[in-house]
Structures are given as C-alpha cells and as structure tokens.
C-alpha cells in the first residue's frame, strides 16, 4: 500500500480488526519510509456495477458518490456515521446481487427506503433532489405522509 503522506511504496499491517458493521477489515499500517501511520479499510466486491442513467448514459458504479449523496441528506442531523456506512454497504450489495448493470432510479429508490427508516429529515431532503422537487407543495406533501406514517393511529402528537 502506497503511503499516503511520502508515497513510498511500502507499508506494514500494524492491526487489522473488522469494522462495526462487519462488510469491512480496519487495516491500521505504517509507512517503512517516513514511519507515518495511517488506516485503509478492504471491502467486499462482487463485481463492477454500471449505472445506467436516465438518459441512458452509463457509468461505473461510485459508492463515493452514494456517500457523498446520503452525507448531504444527513448533514447536521444527529445519524451515526457508522448508519451512514451500513446503508451505504447494505445499498451496494443489494445493487450487486440485480446484475451488472443497474439503473439510476433503483439506486435511489433503494437510497430512499434506507433513509426513510433512519432519519425523516434526511429522508425528505434526499426525495427533494431525487424527486426533482420544485414547489413548496412537493415537500408539504412528503412531510405530511412522513408525519402520518411516524405517529401511531389515535394517537395526538400534542398530547
């Protein structure tokens, strides 16, 4: 592994430990050149997905990008990183086991699904911008059912 601080070529595993949620290995290395320390994490990859998007392009698949995408929805909301990490996973090995190419819209489906059960909030930033949303209605509706849907029937939320 190259360092990332001097960009000698080698490392030496110092720990190696699962992460929290078990899809990856927490390498703990430190450079043989400059000595610095630093840690990589090994994932599972079934194989090379390609996005196919709505105007048919296609591109490799990004978990980056998906990070990046529930990170934004997620941002100064109280969700644990290691949830984050867990959707991200749990998303990319749902799209793996469809085939070699999946199309944009499921991934966001599957993204929506995730979000909904961890926090709302997240939840309807990430449907504005999946959704296209473009009037003050779009997001007023989404709130309302998320709203109907978090109370239990017969119960006031005032109460």
């Known amino acids: 592994m190259r360092c990332p601080f001097c960009a ?9 430990r699962p992460s929290e949620d078990g899809a990856a290995i927490r390498r703990r290395r430190q450079c043989e050149g400059c000595g610095a320390r630093f840690t990589t994490f090994e994932r599972v990859h079934l194989k090379d997905l390609v996005v196919v998007k709505k105007d048919g392009k296609r591109e490799p698949f990004d978990r980056a990008k998906l990070e990046r995408a529930i990170g934004h929805s997620c941002r100064k909301r109280d969700v644990d990183p290691a949830k984050i990490d867990q959707l991200v996973s749990g998303v990319q090995r749902q799209m793996e086991t469809l085939g070699d190419e999946v199309t944009s819209a499921r991934i966001g489906e599957a993204v929506m699904a995730g979000l909904r059960a961890l926090d709302h909030v997240a939840y309807i930033r990430f449907a504005s911008i999946y959704k296209d949303f473009s ?17 239990p029937p017969g119960h006031n939320k005032l109460l």
């Open 8 to 16: 000698h070529e080698d490392s030496q595993v110092k720990d190696s």
């Open 135 to 151: 009037e003050p209605g779009d997001f007023a509706e989404i709130a309302e059912r998320v709203e109907k849907e978090a109370i």
